[in-house]
């Protein structure tokens, strides 16, 4: 893979972030605040980076990520606290949850991306922010608890279904609680970095070159043999697939996990995001999240 100069420079100067922020982190000039923003900001980075490969890359316009990302982070947390008994090593449940979120998210991108990338447009945006409340209302009414040895997960139709001796680990509207903060600024750089590199990789390639004839000129993607159809859900799929990991990330900075927090507004925001750094521009997404996490 060729890495260009923009590539080059959005990777230095991600590099150059990180260890200025542990330099300082290091010496203790960073406020407690600021270093309890470096993790959730690194997650919100790969959501952007991500709703950019769909919106700004492949051109499709979609409301509905945050669902993803909810999905990442219950199904990712709910491994990662069934683990606590079995995995000593807290980066190791932290990365084995990130896989299971991420492949959780990928399958429901997946299974939501077959009807609704035939759609376009605003019918599209609509669809995808509702299938985003869809899920948001799955969880809400959703019941996972662990059997009374402590590692077979069980879905529950309600809390009192549960065994004696058993533990509720998500609980409906109350999310989960009790979780541990194990998610780190370098486990979210490592991210981050991950991100890039499979994301550039991909608009470089002969697939990426695909993508983008779809978002110039569908008809004539099609008419050169381009199956639109493929590639569209591709992209939407791997997105689905970061969102997840991205969800895992900030689940594990948060005591407590609530499906409330992952509605409509955390999609528009993260797509305020996207557009304000710049259509299919990753480096510009990744300022624009700092500056709009910061902000505040």
């Known amino acids: 893979m060729k890495i260009n100069r923009r590539q080059c420079i959005t990777y230095a100067f991600v590099i150059a972030a990180y260890i200025v922020l542990q330099i300082l982190s290091g010496q203790k ?7 309890g923003m470096l993790v959730p900001i690194c997650a919100y980075v790969v959501m952007a980076i991500s709703l950019n490969l769909t919106v700004g890359v492949m051109g499709e316009l979609s409301l ?6 909810s999905v990442g982070a219950f199904m990712g947390t709910t491994a990662a606290v069934s683990l606590q008994g079995v995995i000593a090593s807290a980066p190791l449940r932290l990365a084995i949850a990130m896989v299971i979120g991420a492949i959780f998210a990928a399958i429901i991108g997946f299974l939501i991306g077959i009807p609704v990338l035939r759609l376009r447009g605003d019918y599209l945006a609509i669809v995808t922010l509702a299938f985003g409340e869809i899920i948001k209302s799955i969880f809400t009414n959703l019941y996972i608890g662990l059997d009374s040895r402590g590692y077979h997960i069980r879905f529950l139709q309600a809390p009192e279904n549960l065994e004696e001796g058993g533990k509720l680990i998500l609980g409906g509207p109350m999310g989960i609680g009790g979780v541990q903060k194990i998610a780190t600024f370098t486990g979210g750089f490592i ?8 994301i550039f990789h991909l608009v470089n390639s002969r697939t990426g070159r695909a993508i983008l004839a779809i978002r110039d000129n569908r ?26 990991m991205a969800g895992v990330l900030y689940g ?16 528009i925001e993260i797509l305020v995001i996207v557009g304000l750094g710049g259509m299919g521009s990753i480096r510009g997404s990744i300022i624009a999240t700092i500056i709009l996490r910061a902000l505040p």
């Not at 000039?29 to 270093?35: D, G, K, P, Q």
């Not at 050169?224 to 799929?237: A, C, P, R, S």
């Not at 609530?258 to 955390?266: C, H, I």
């Open 29 to 35: 000039l960073l406020s407690s605040t600021a270093r």
């Open 64 to 69: 509905g990520h945050a669902g993803f990302m």
């Open 191 to 198: 991210l981050v970095m991950l991100c890039l590199i499979v």
């Open 219 to 244: 008809i004539a993607a099609e008419s050169n043999g381009v199956n639109v159809t493929y590639y569209k859900l591709m992209v939407f799929v791997l997105a689905a697939f970061f969102a997840g």
């Open 252 to 267: 594990h900075t948060l005591a407590n996990i609530k499906p409330a927090m992952f509605d409509y507004n955390m999609s």
